[in-house]
């Protein structure tokens, strides 16, 4: 079954920092999605990546898919404390459309 | 009001007791999931249905049901409670229609079995 892997597992930064997170799968990637999660409540969709060496931009945050698409990084520039929160990858398992989450990233933003 | 709604909130219950959570979206979606999340392990798919017909267990569906009453309904039943049933609940939809497997998640479900 396919696994994705979430580096690193949590995360401290000065605010104004820049920051990457990654998310590695075991297989190739039918679909790659970012999420975040503000601690003990739902995960709001951020980001949707299908093609390989694909790249989108939302404000701040940038994502990218590798040309293999089995790699994934989320890159937060200039970072402030409204960035703070859990971010987690989700991928569509095999093509199955059923999605899949990696453990998550947990992102302290100090002032 | 939010596209997918999880009642209760927050739920304390005790061990053997039988619990429903409900899910209910106004999205039209044809698909709805549940996962439970606990610290360090990220989101686990317990079940999943594509249409009101299609139900499918997903990864940890031992010691948990569920019902598609509707199209914008969903429940998931812990038939005898247990302590590690203990975690945070997700409901969550998509759209066959739109290719893609975006999910929309409700706020949670924050269950606590003593």
């Known amino acids: 079954s396919q696994e994705l892997e979430q580096s690193p597992q949590s995360l401290i930064v000065q605010e104004g920092k820049n920051l990457t997170i990654n998310c590695t799968s075991s297989?190739?990637?039918?679909?790659l999605y970012w999420y975040k999660q503000k601690y003990g409540e739902g995960l709001i969709f951020l980001m949707m990546?299908?093609?390989?060496?694909e790249e989108k931009s939302h404000e701040k945050i940038t994502a990218k898919l590798d040309e293999k698409k089995q790699q994934s990084s989320l890159h937060i520039t200039a970072s402030q404390p409204s960035h703070a929160g859990i971010y987690l990858c989700?991928?569509?398992?095999?093509?199955?459309?059923?999605?899949?989450f990696g453990a998550g990233t947990r992102l302290a933003v100090h002032p | 009001d939010a596209d997918v709604t999880q009642t209760p909130r927050n739920r304390i219950t005790k061990t053997g007791k039988r619990i429903m959570l409900e899910c209910s979206q106004t999205?039209?979606?044809?698909?709805m999931y549940w996962y439970r999340q606990d610290p360090g392990l990220g989101l686990r798919l317990i079940y999943y249905?594509?249409?009101?017909?299609?139900?499918n267990k997903g990864e940890i569906s031992d010691g948990y049901s569920v019902s598609r009453q509707a199209q914008a309904k969903f429940s998931l039943s812990l038939e005898s409670a247990i302590p590690n049933q203990t975690a945070l609940y997700f409901c969550?939809?998509?759209?066959?229609?739109?290719?893609?497997?975006?999910?929309?998640f409700g706020q949670g479900t924050r269950l606590t079995v003593v």
């Open positions: 969550a939809t998509s759209d066959s229609g739109t290719g893609n497997t975006e999910a929309f």
């Open positions: 297989k190739t990637l039918y679909g």
């Open positions: 990546l299908q093609k390989g060496g």
């Open positions: 989700g991928a569509d398992s095999g093509g199955y459309n059923k999605l899949i």
């Open positions: 999205k039209g979606h044809d698909r």
């Open positions: 249905s594509f249409d009101v017909k299609d139900i």
